[in-house]
């Protein structure tokens, strides 16, 4: 891969080999609207076609009339994969120092003082607007600890769950964009679980955690009543990835769950990064699923078998007198089921994704414990055990002050394709 | 309540006391807008407002500007109970015969003609932009019912039931408006659930299933991490009121509910009726709720203890061949939990809902037993006996080729506040 000549730090995310695209808002263009990450800048896809004229700067790409000057990435991902890879490859033509890259942006002083603006002056906003969220459970490990935990090592796992990824329907409506606050949620908890009869309170969650997961957007949509091939998933309905950020309720969870699935536990939040980063990006980094002795329905038997991601994934605690520790590391590999798995299986029975619907990965940890577990009811024990950090700290789950911050990145220095942070702090309970 | 001037059957759900909003298009106007209904007419607003002017159809009611001309009753509902309050008794001049009403429209043959529309004529559409739809589980006697079916008497319900409306998030991509086709879903299912390995298969549905719902479309939003007080909550959120048919293709949900809710067995589709019955309009029709003798939680202590509607409901199963059978009738006063106590809850942690937000009750059954039932499930005691049609036909689930039509209404004839119909037809399975 060539190099940008706008600088990029070795240990940055957003080389020439990524190009991110995201929604931005600028003090000169304080309307929402497209652009891609390099290095430390933002490129201001709309300011650099309302310059240069469309034509000139996507030569040969239908379709892209207009579509980088809304408020979302959505027009965009419905073109399609062949669009995105063109308009991708365009880009890396107009940042690049190739000898065939194009001299439009970098020679032209004026224009470059318009459209690349520094990340830390542009405000970030949600990508896309997302109709219908899905939270998937594909992290082996960390269902099967879990598991461990609330049914014992016999029954750790469902019968259903090597034979489909299992899933259920999040709130769309409570997905923000990396930064925003997050209020502890207060809810029904039992304080004292064992008591007979249940009798719960009404009370800010004690036990409130994160999971750490891979978010992927819907480029084209299917038809309700028509399912999408396993096969034709990848690239022909999948725009791009984030990382994501579930935050969950443990004790409000566990009192409501049952029958019928997370509710309160799930929907007062949940965090993505800002920047998708395309399909085509993370295309050098397959990887092998965690093996899966079942034999699979045939919707779900999949031709590619590097079928997930290999990307170094970690979380950050950082405490309100900003102690900063990596409480987790680990990577987006530790997956049983495909995003292509998840979406067959999704649209088996005719539900019908859309343009901008989110796909959760389910919680991603190791196999190896603690150190590698994507939520603090891990590596707690399901907070029997403190987590340790910087300067003696200590947390079962977490405090208000606290702030988590996801990163994810693979391939080399200077060459990095990954996803920025995604951040939130926890702040009290709102009170009416 | 006074007549109208426009012929209402005595029979007809759309009395003067009613006056339902929906979308409609017209071959004179294929763009979709809003209109109410009136008998069997629809009264096209957009139309009304374009010959006589916004201030001489609606004096003195402000922000109205624009909202029927839109695809959606969502610009309409965000100005909240006192404007749609002011709007409905406006109509109620307009369309009815009393001394202090207006002529506005009946003494305009030319208006009439062109404002006033055969419902036969028009094409409804989804009267809202659903950002997220949750469904809930407070129909007691349902829940009841299917619980000691799946595990005994003494366990029937869990222990959570009573403390709070247990609900979970639907699909909001599915929804439909009725009379669109439903195609039977695909999915895994166990043919012998009791063989161990459990070895599942994919084929369509084999046990497809309907529940009767009352649906309830969020007026004004909440904003993220506030709560919305239980007393607040009607009229300030809720800006009326639906049928809903929340499909559900029973073998797939048994296979896969565990541990993370229903997903495939429901996501396929649901079906609710095309006319927006507003909150006020059902007001008259208030009655108790079933007794909860669990001491509540402050925040789901409602001031109003007649929360709920008596409003009659039935279910029609039309065969292929063109027998009817009307299947059941119930109310849907037998809920335990009202909508405020839903919002109340569902906003507890601080979840935004947002205008155009769809809520489901959950399946409506009373206490008798299976000719009060809201699903097959239940009147088939899990497809053990048989629902006997007209014409010596039988059903256990429902057939390709079948329609089932839900009608609610309540008040004297002449007079009724009713919803019209939803209905769906069963297709088979789509290939791909
Ligand atoms: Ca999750
Ligand atoms: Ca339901
Ligand atoms: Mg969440
Ligand atoms: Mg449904
Ligand atoms: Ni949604």
Not at 357 to 372: H, K, M, Q, R
Not at 377 to 404: C, N, P, Q, W, Y
Request: proline share 7%; with cysteine.
């Amino acid at each position: 891969m060539a190099e940008s000549w706008v600088p990029v730090a070795p240990s940055s995310d957003f080389s020439l080999a990524n190009i991110p695209f995201g929604i931005i808002s600028t003090s000169a263009d304080p309307t929402p609207h497209a652009a891609v990450a390099i290095g430390a800048e933002a490129l201001d896809l709309k300011m650099l076609i309302s310059q240069h004229g469309l034509e000139k700067t996507f030569p040969g790409i239908d379709g892209l009339e207009g579509v980088f000057s809304q408020p979302t990435l959505n027009a965009f991902a419905r073109l399609g994969s062949g669009v995105h890879r063109s308009v991708r490859r365009r880009l890396q033509e107009i940042l690049g120092t190739a000898p065939s890259s194009s001299s439009l942006l970098r020679d032209d002083e004026e224009l470059r003082a318009r459209a690349l603006i520094a990340q830390k002056k542009v405000k970030m906003h949600l990508p896309m607007d997302i109709g219908d969220y899905t939270d998937f459970y594909a992290g082996y490990h960390h269902a099967h600890a879990v598991g461990v935990m609330f049914r014992g090592l016999q029954n750790a796992l469902q019968p259903n769950y090597s034979h489909l990824p299992v899933g259920y329907h999040g709130r769309a409506s409570s997905i923000v964009v990396s930064g925003t606050p997050i209020h502890r949620p207060v809810g029904q908890i039992l304080l004292d679980p064992a008591a007979e009869p249940k009798q719960p309170t009404a009370g800010p969650s004690r036990r409130l955690d994160i999971e750490l997961e891979l978010g992927c957007f819907i480029s084209r949509p299917n038809k309700m009543g028509e399912s999408v091939d396993v096969n034709d998933a990848n690239p022909g309905h999948i725009f791009g990835y984030v990382l994501l950020n579930d935050w969950s309720a443990r004790d409000i969870q566990t009192w409501e769950y049952v029958p019928l699935g997370p509710f309160n536990g799930k929907n007062f939040a949940t965090t993505i990064s800002p920047w998708v980063v395309l399909a085509d990006a993370l295309k050098p980094f397959r990887a092998k699923a965690v093996d899966n002795p079942t034999p699979l329905q045939d919707y779900l038997k999949e031709q590619q078998t590097d079928n997930v991601f290999d990307i170094d994934l970690e979380v950050e605690l950082t405490t309100a007198d900003g102690g900063e520790t990596v409480i987790s590391r680990t990577s987006s590999k530790h997956l049983m089921w495909s995003f292509p798995q998840m979406i067959a299986h999704h649209t088996l029975g005719g539900c019908p994704l859309r343009t901008g619907d989110l796909l959760g990965s389910g919680t991603i940890s190791g196999p190896g414990g603690e150190g590698e577990s994507g939520s603090l009811l891990e590596m707690t024990h399901g907070g029997k055990r403190e987590v340790l950090l910087s300067g003696m700290d200590a947390r079962t789950f977490l405090k208000d002050g606290d702030t988590i911050t996801l990163r994810g990145s693979a391939g080399p220095r200077g060459a990095r394709v990954g996803f920025g942070e995604c951040v939130g702090r926890v702040y009290t309970s709102l009170r009416r």
